[in-house]
């Protein structure tokens, strides 16, 4: 279990700190490719999630709720990277 939570944990910060690091690029292109490193750590997050459900280290009702959170953010940095592009 500690394995697992710690995994989520740094997949977690990954997605923060990829869009962090892309901001501090000097063009739209690059910023862009870090955007799309954090959506895969978006869906590394989405995988943990997911293990954590089957394991049942969490129940349905808060995987649904994190997933739904979690599509949202993605669909938010996916919608920033078109415009970037």
Do not use: P, W
Not at 46 to 59: C, G, H, P, S, V
Not at 66 to 78: D, G, H, K, T, V
Request: hydrophobic share 40%.
């Amino acid at each position: 279990m500690f394995a697992l939570a710690d995994q989520l944990r740094r997949a977690s910060v990954s997605i923060a700190s990829n869009i962090a690091e892309g901001a501090s690029r000097k063009s739209a292109l690059e910023f862009a490719h870090y955007l799309e490193i954090s959506i895969g750590s978006c869906f590394e997050v989405e995988t943990q999630l997911q293990i954590a459900q089957r394991r049942k280290y969490i129940t349905d009702e808060v995987y649904n709720e994190l997933f739904e959170e979690l599509q949202s953010e993605e669909r938010q940095i996916n919608t920033f990277i078109s415009k970037l592009r």
